[in-house]
């Protein structure tokens, strides 16, 4: 009934040509007996030649590995089905991830298959081979030999990569005249200098959330965003305890210039335009004690700053004060000094070596690339696996300067601005197609493993470096693994090299603290709280990042957080100051900044501070795959090199005209009715003492009630620890084969995604409280989509499951619409697409659906029936959490768990015998498996705002 | 002609057949029809017009079957739309037929006589379409036959807890049923065309459909009886199709279907459309072929008398719903009546308003019942009105449930238009048709009329 | 008038019709032929190179497992790699021509293409691993392999079929023992024998093994 996916028979390692043309004639042959006019054709069963030992079982194995995003990595731990990076999963071992992923990670899976990856060398944009480059780049060594390298540059982004970082010093010790420029365009810029105001060297501040009892976060979005996020998020709620006193818990104030995830989840939140957060930092340093003059006006009121610096201060050691890197040094210096008067630094903050191999100012080297570009003096310039055509501030107008270089090379995964501008471009090997390492935010080294051959002969900057260098040795393990016996040395390295490799981890790799004592810095005088004046923020797009991941279909599909826009971005501004241009969503307006223009729709969203706008990177591309170019607007249009982070003295012209934009979620408003439930911390420790009350609805059902003996499936959702991140929705589509569907059709409300993340704006447009709620299927035991179906396709398991069985459906879309919480999916069209790359993603314990059949989430049915197997085959129960499921692996902050509700002691009967537990649309009395616990918040008594 | 029917007064006080017929002439005037009379230019057009929307009904669903669904504006949380719609409706047209035949056949109603036969004729059409709705609404049409109860290697029966399934056997008998009727009506005046078809081609063609008829008087013994068996077959149907019909709705959790007051609401709904349908087409075809005699403005008077009284009972029917939603004080009732009238699609609501309920009330006036004209546009808009309905039920219900989060709305796109469009001009086709190759009226059933006329004067 | 049609034409008229109605059955009987499984039922397969489960099982006794490795620990039986074949005819029958193409895979990566005899859609989930660990023997599905020169397909692989063994396991399960017993034959108290061994070996109960999720995911 489906399009095929590639069969466990298959191996590709042998014939890959054959196999792909069989994917076609199979799908011709699966198509057309699906509309049932003809005979299935006979399928081909191709052996191995030499069977690999592990493949022998065609069950998925799992390589850790790590995935890096601006330089730093994360562990994870990627799922081989037969020879195919299927999916990606944390590491439990790896301090960045414990086990969790944010959606990057989860997305990687389909970067790695995208069919519009560069595929070939290019000269001047016609097919060259490696070869010929090699040539032609050891034509030129001659040149670097007499000269020192003089005129040789090489730009990468920024370098946590021990082995790279090794590389380019021995390179540049070869060459002393040569030059290495690293930048990223999100960069810790800002974090290092502040360190080097505070301390007066670079370091690198690392959190502890878990000891945290206030958190203070300026601008700075530590649950989403910033290195280390997955794990912050995950020690952040660790330290909320909702049912218990009130001091055990943690109690966040966020200052934000831009809404973000962060500043949704806090028990206050104040939103101001980027340049009023320094004011707000004086005047609480002021409140701290530390000797700073304090603005004559501070735009927050005082008593919110009061009980935020008394929280502060009888938090002694317990709180902690973080700052974003889009705050100018000082506010982050000032923020290191407040620390440290809190006695915060050693516990809740740490500072440790800098991550990056070089921490200078990567901006200010980017100008001297530029600069040198532009006196001609660049002979030869490397560009590795960045995009700096696209990606850097308009001001340094790297594409005109770039022309001024007779030898230019650019190392990516696709044909992008840069590649199509370079002399020549070479296809660059995703993470999981070669060796390469990479440190975590924490400094923890993890050496990268391939997954699978490079696809398309793709090289790492590893052996482009080497060849470079003219070193010896020119394979990418070779050089890692030489980097690392240099490091770990002794004479068992094989074995640590071994754990290394499999635990994801190189042993005590993590920096240890540093000493560090902080002066008061010199501050810069105050900007003036004119407020007239219109702002700008720039920040990367929440999905498609600085423009990384824009030709990804998955992460241009995922509502992104807040606005729960699709496919593009848009200027973000709050409905205040919408209000006042008479400008409405979707509304084209003209950006005008420091004489550069840009053309952008208008996106109104509430918790936004009023004149400021907030522009997103990674849209507005010209090239880089079939879906990355023409969506979205260009926000490094109108980025300069002065003012990278934010500045005022932007102006607005309204056009006229409108740019449909795809919104996921149309009503942003729960309209009274009790779904996404938050309670104040002293109401939930009441409720706690209580114990369970009786519902106030009584139970009466018509048939008799529904037995799952051997094993009940259910879920718990804790809504107070989901940051509503959507990694869930993402691994959910990952795991479960779960097409893309495009803009127009998002725009008929037609997505696709098994699991949603609800999102409620409560109270003003000004301050509005954020709701955040993973909605998969609930599973009901009275489900109402089972009594409409005509065909059986939707019905119940022994075990409680709401199955949907899609070679059944035949598509009356009954069901979808008896289903009150509108979580059935349907195939409008043929959605899924036979590209053979694509298909080579698919998870294959999971059916391709066809067009014009209904799907839902299935709890992971195909992890649940692979662990019942296991378990029968060793005759035993399955065990608590052997079970997991895809939403629930990725979540970072644990909010969701899944169990046996038969097992007295599994973790989700646990959590939903909590006298808060609750169900949706209790009233209608549909039992759902699926159950949710309410956000708490915990407010400061002197705070009353919601 | 409204005037000239005016001096004999009130309509209702008219005889059901006018003028000075005798068997012989009363035959030849409705069998010239077929068989003499040339293709009149009204008919022409419009079987010219209606062909070409046939033609895009084809390609459309065509199209629909190679793409699939999504070709409509149809989406989450609003899965069911134009298709289902005109399913309803359609059905809704097929009631008034049968309800003529049967129902007023027992009743001993002489007035059917002269109408009977092309509100059969309306009924089988309107079914047909009806028919292909749900089909054509499939995800994967080539499957439907799922829905039918058959042994097969899977070992599945259908789900009999689903409506959808009682779809099947409801409309499968009633347009089986209907057929039939119709069909066995038709016969006397087969073998009359077979015996007057001038050209051998046509005598072979009736003849075959005649089944050997030769009016002998066992034959009608045999037909009287068969024929009011039948009729008793075919009247609780009448209340049965679209009773279940209305509970693919009232089964449903949605606001605004789950109501008990469904079947009675949709059967009232059905004649009331019906009998706008039958008059949308009686008057322009009196006009056309000038059979102002045999469906008189008694005809047209009485049939507006049963529409207002069916429609009577639609007002009530969404005065019950609206005092329900009230006074259950169920927060998702309420929010749906007050969405219907204030939502985005309120200007539906109020249009269904104005012509089920605010134009009905002229048919209170002898006057307006009296002119074929006034009626007909009544019936138009009524016609649009109950398709508007129909709409409002199933859209506006959907695109605003249970979950705010999941809200949406419909658009309808151009394959959604040309579906409702092909499907009318379909029905067109087929009883443009009708009318030039079998008799409009029952010839066999107005020579008895002539029968008891004579009794009656003599 | 006359009559339209003489009696020999209404008699031909007769015969056209239920001529008709014969079509129709036949048409719809040729339906169900052409759209049956791809490769046909108690019909040997012809394969690249003849390889014959007679003589390898029936005559030189190889057990199942030696080539089918994987039947107990995944969904996959596993079809022996050519490296296994050639375990032994490294040695046997090393030039006759037949086995040719078991050494062209080597020299010229030319690789076997088996015509696969038994074929499931892809939206059932069969899973060998736990059919053997319930007892469910080989030559219950298969049927007698080693008496097969050529294989072919005994089962009909309907869900019919399938079902009817998930409805009344205990008509079919044997002790694990004899799982690749070949030539096991149900005993005279089968149905006493299979209920226990239902019980012993934990077979989940009829409700539960009919359920859709246990073969469609």
């Known amino acids: ?946 | 002609m409204a005037g000239q029917e005016q001096v004999l007064g009130a309509p209702s006080s008219q005889p059901v057949l006018r003028g000075s017929y005798t068997y012989a002439s009363i035959t030849d005037k409705i069998a010239d029809t077929v068989l003499e009379r040339p293709t009149h230019w009204a008919w022409a057009v419009g079987f010219a017009v209606s062909a070409s929307l046939t033609v895009l009904f084809i390609v459309a669903m065509s199209y629909l079957f190679a793409k699939g669904v999504g070709i409509w504006g149809i989406d989450q949380p609003v899965s069911w739309a134009f298709a289902l719609t005109n399913f309803v409706w359609w059905v809704g047209i097929g009631h008034a037929g049968t309800f003529i035949s049967a129902f007023l056949l027992l009743l001993r109603q002489r007035w059917r006589t002269s109408i009977n036969r092309f509100a059969e004729a309306m009924t089988i059409f309107a079914v047909a379409m009806a028919g292909l709705m749900p089909i054509l609404h499939l995800g994967r049409p080539w499957f439907f036959y799922w829905l039918i109860p058959y042994p097969n290697k899977m070992n599945l029966w259908p789900q009999w807890r689903s409506p959808l399934v009682w779809d099947i056997f409801s409309i499968g008998t009633y347009i089986i049923v209907s057929i039939l009727f119709w069909y066995m009506g038709l016969i006397p005046d087969l073998a009359t065309l077979r015996d007057r078809a001038a050209q051998r081609w046509k005598q072979v063609g009736y003849a075959l459909l005649a089944l050997g008829w030769r009016n002998d008087a066992r034959h009608w013994a045999r037909f009287e009886i068969a024929y009011l068996l039948m009729a008793g077959l075919a009247t609780p149907l009448v209340i049965s199709v679209h009773s279940v019909v209305s509970l693919d709705f009232a089964i449903g959790n949605t606001p605004g279907w789950h109501s008990t007051i469904f079947p009675p609401y949709f059967v009232a709904g059905a004649l009331y459309s019906g009998f706008a349908m039958a008059l949308t087409i009686a008057i322009p075809l009196r006009a056309t072929f000038g059979l102002q005699d045999f469906i008189t403005a008694r005809h047209l008077a009485v049939m507006a008398k049963v529409m207002l009284a069916c429609g009577l009972l639609v007002t009530y029917s969404y005065l019950v719903e609206s005092f329900m939603a009230f006074y259950s004080a169920d927060r998702y009732e309420s929010f749906m009546l007050l969405n219907r009238m204030t939502g985005p699609y309120a200007w539906i609501y109020w249009t269904v308003i104005f012509c089920n309920v605010i134009v009905l009330q002229t048919l209170w006036f002898e006057r307006v019942r009296g002119s074929p004209w006034m009626l007909f546009a009544v019936a138009i808009l009524i016609n649009v009105g109950m398709w508007l309905e129909r709409f409002m039920i199933i859209v506006v219900s959907l695109h605003r449930d249970f979950m705010p989060s999941a809200w949406g709305m419909f658009y309808p796109t151009f394959w959604d238009i040309a579906i409702l469009a092909g499907s009318l001009g379909a029905f067109a086709l087929l009883f443009l048709l009708f009318v030039r190759f079998l008799p409009v009226i029952s010839m066999s059933e107005m020579r008895k009329l002539v029968k008891e006329r004579r009794e009656s004067s003599s | ?217």
């Open chain 3, 1 to 217: 008038m006359a009559q339209v049609f003489h009696p020999r034409q209404l008699l031909l008229l007769k015969g056209i019709a239920l001529g008709a109605l014969l079509a129709a059955i036949a048409a719809a009987f040729l339906y169900r032929v052409a759209t049956q499984a791809p490769v046909a039922r108690n019909v040997p397969v012809e394969q690249p190179i003849p390889f014959s489960h007679k003589h390898h099982v029936g005559d030189d006794g190889l057990d199942c497992r030696y080539c089918h490795s994987s039947v107990e620990t995944s969904a996959f039986a596993g079809i022996p790699s050519m490296a296994t074949c050639r375990t032994c005819h490294s040695q046997l029958f090393t030039d006759a021509p037949i086995l040719a193409p078991l050494f062209d895979t080597r020299s010229q990566r030319a690789p076997v293409y088996w015509n696969r005899i038994h074929q499931l859609p892809d939206f059932v989930y069969f899973n060998h691993s736990i059919h053997v660990a319930k007892g469910v023997g080989c030559s219950t599905c298969h049927g007698r392999v080693d008496e097969m020169p050529l294989t072919w397909r005994v089962a009909s692989l309907e869900m019919q079929w399938c079902l009817g063994c998930h409805r009344a396991p205990e008509r079919y399960v044997r002790p694990r023992n004899r799982v690749f017993d070949m030539s096991w034959q149900p005993p005279a108290n089968q149905l006493e024998l299979g209920r226990r061994l239902v019980a012993a070996y934990h077979i989940r109960g009829t409700r539960a093994l009919t359920d859709c999720s246990t073969c469609h995911r």
């Open chain 1, 1 to 946: 009934m489906s399009p095929r996916q590639p069969r466990r028979e298959f191996d590709f390692s042998g014939v890959p040509e054959r196999s792909r043309r069989e994917f076609l004639k199979l799908m011709g042959a699966s198509i057309a007996l699906a509309s049932g006019c003809s005979r299935e054709l006979p399928e081909r069963i191709v052996p191995y030649e030499d069977m690999p030992e592990q493949l022998a079982a065609t069950k998925s194995l799992y390589f850790a590995t790590a995935l890096s995003l601006d330089g730093y990595g994360s562990g994870v731990l990627v799922e081989s089905a037969m020879g195919r990076p299927i999916k990606v999963e944390g590491n439990p071992n790896h301090p960045a991830s414990l086990g969790a992923t944010d959606v990057f990670s989860q997305a990687a899976v389909l970067t790695l298959w995208d069919p519009d990856r560069s595929q070939t060398v290019l000269r001047q944009g016609v097919l060259s081979t490696w070869d010929a480059f090699r040539a032609a780049l050891t034509a030129r060594r001659s040149r670097f030999a007499s000269q020192g390298g003089a005129g040789l540059h090489i730009l990468t982004g920024s370098v946590t990569s021990p082995t790279l970082a090794a590389q380019l010093h021995r390179l540049l010790d070869k060459y002393p005249e040569a030059r290495w420029h690293q930048y990223q365009p999100i960069n810790r810029d800002n974090v290092y200098a502040g360190t080097r105001l505070a301390f007066g060297e670079t370091r690198e501040p690392r959190y502890d959330f878990t000891r945290a009892r206030t958190v203070l976060s300026l601008d700075a979005d530590f649950l989403r965003s910033m290195p280390g996020h997955v794990r912050y998020a995950r020690d952040f709620n660790g330290a909320r305890r909702p049912g218990e006193t009130p001091s055990a818990n943690n109690r966040l104030y966020a200052i934000e210039s831009s809404p973000t995830l962060t500043g949704a989840k806090a028990d206050h939140c104040r939103r101001l335009r980027a340049s009023q957060i320094d004011r707000v930092a004086r005047a609480l340093a002021q409140r701290l004690g530390i000797a700073v003059e304090s603005p004559t006006s501070v735009p927050i009121e005082a008593g919110w700053l009061d009980a935020c610096a008394f929280d502060l201060l009888t938090r002694h050691g317990e709180s902690l004060i973080l700052v974003g890197e889009r705050q100018p040094a000082h506010v982050h210096a000032l923020a290191h000094l407040a620390n440290e008067r809190l006695g915060n630094v050693g516990t809740t903050v740490q500072y440790t070596n800098p991550v990056l191999a070089e921490p200078i100012d990567q901006l200010d080297s980017l100008r001297q690339l530029s600069a040198a570009m532009a006196a001609g003096e660049v002979q030869e310039l490397l560009i590795l696996g960045v995009n700096p055509l696209y990606a850097t501030p308009a001001d340094l107008e790297f594409a005109r300067h770039l022309q001024r270089v007779p030898f230019s090379v650019h190392l990516g995964l696709y044909r992008d601005e840069t590649a199509m501008r370079s002399l020549w471009h070479i296809p660059a090997a995703h993470e999981l197609e070669a060796w390469s390492d990479t440190r975590a935010y924490d400094g923890s080294a993890t050496i990268q493993q391939p997954l699978i051959a490079p696809l398309y002969g793709g090289r790492s900057p590893h052996e482009v470096l080497a060849v470079l260098a003219g070193e010896f040795e020119q394979d990418g393990h070779a050089i890692v693994r030489a980097l690392w016996q240099g490091e770990l040395g002794g004479d068992d390295f094989e074995h640590t090299w071994k754990t290394s490799l499999h635990n994801g981890v190189v042993p005590d790799s993590a920096f240890t603290a540093e000493q560090v004592t902080a002066r008061l810095p010199a501050l810069p005088p105050l900007r003036d709280a004119d407020s007239s004046e219109l702002e700008i923020v720039f920040s990367p797009d929440p999905h498609v990042h600085d423009g990384v991941y824009t030709n990804n279909a998955w992460l241009r599909e995922l509502p992104k957080p807040l606005t729960e826009l699709t496919w593009d971005n848009a200027v973000l501004m709050s409905p205040e100051s919408g209000r006042r241009r008479g400008l409405a969503n979707e509304d084209v307006v003209e950006i005008e900044y420091r004489g550069r223009r840009v053309r952008a729709p208008v996106w109104l969203l509430p918790g936004h501070p009023d004149e400021s706008l907030t522009l997103q990177f990674g849209y507005g591309r010209t090239a880089g795959g079939r879906i990355a170019p023409g969506a979205g607007f260009n926000a490094y249009a109108l980025q300069t090199s002065a003012a990278p982070s934010f500045d005022g003295g932007a102006r607005v012209h309204p056009l006229g005209t409108r740019y449909p934009l795809a919104s996921a979620q149309m009503h942003n408003r729960m309209e009274g009715r009790d779904l996404a439930r938050m309670l104040p911390l002293s109401a939930v420790i009441q409720r706690t003492a209580q114990g369970a009350q009786p519902s106030k609805h009584e139970r009466k059902l018509l048939y008799p009630p529904f037995a799952s003996p051997t094993y009940a499936w259910g879920m718990s959702i804790n809504l107070d620890a989901c940051i509503g991140c959507k990694a869930c929705t993402i691994a959910c589509q990952a795991e479960n084969n779960i097409p893309v569907v495009g803009k127009d059709q998002v725009q008929r409300g037609r997505e696709m995604h098994w699991i949603r993340v609800d999102r409620y704006f409560e109270g003003s447009d000004a301050h509005p409280r954020v709701h955040f709620q993973p909605v998969p299927c609930m599973h009901c035991e009275r489900a109402p989509c089972e009594v409409v179906c005509p065909v059986e396709a939707s019905v119940h398991d022994s075990e409680g499951l709401n199955v949907q069985v899609y070679n059944r459906c035949v598509g009356t879309r009954f069901c979808s619409n008896n289903c009150p919480y509108k979580v059935r999916r349907f195939n409008f069209l043929q959605y899924s697409q036979d590209v053979p790359s694509l298909n080579a993603q698919r998870n294959p314990d999971v059916t391709v659906r066809m067009r014009g059949v209904m799907e839902k989430c299935s709890y992971c049915l195909q992890r649940i029936a692979a662990a019942k197997i296991a378990s029968e085959k060793e005759g035993r129960r399955i065990r608590d959490g052997e079970v997991v499921t895809a939403c629930q692996a990725a979540c970072p902050t644990e909010a969701i768990v899944f169990g046996d509700l038969n097992d007295p002691a599994s973790r989700v009967r646990i959590a939903k015998t909590s006298p808060l537990d609750y169900v949706l649309l209790e009233e209608l009395n549909t039992l759902p498996r699926t159950s949710y616990l309410p956000a708490v918040e915990n407010p400061h008594p002197d705070l009353q705002e919601t």
